[in-house]
């Protein structure tokens, strides 16, 4: 994806997301970058541009870690090789979740 045309910056991350359907969150990707609005990973399985994704990510929140359940459509996606490189732009936040996604976000703002 072209550099200029993000919205929002994106910081380097490296841990898992657990991703599926709205129903089964079963899949294991690697998330590889985050913003405010959105994560990329690889995963070793498609996944089709266009489809909605829920997933959930464990950050940093306060002394300990939070799980934060995001949902969102799948901008882009392509094969390299084995591994499938996908980008998900958040359409929704569980609930109370939003909070501690920007908390994460303004964390990594701040150490940048």
């Known amino acids: 994806m072209n550099e200029n045309r993000r919205a929002d910056p994106r910081f380097r991350i490296s841990q898992m997301v657990r991703c599926g359907n709205h129903k089964d969150i079963d899949l294991w990707a690697a998330a590889k970058e985050l913003s405010r609005s959105g994560f990329s ?13 829920s997933a959930i990510l464990e950050l940093p929140y ?4 939070r799980s934060v359940r995001v949902r ?3 901008a882009h996606s392509h094969m390299v090789e084995d591994v499938c490189e996908f ?23 701040a150490q940048a």
Do not use: K
């Open 41 to 53: 990973a690889e995963a070793t399985f498609r996944v089709e541009p266009g489809s909605i994704i």
């Open 62 to 65: 306060g002394f300990g870690m």
């Open 72 to 74: 969102g459509r799948v």
């Open 87 to 109: 980008g998900v732009r958040i359409s929704e936040f569980g609930e109370d979740d939003r909070r501690a996604w920007e908390d994460y976000v303004e964390g990594l703002e």
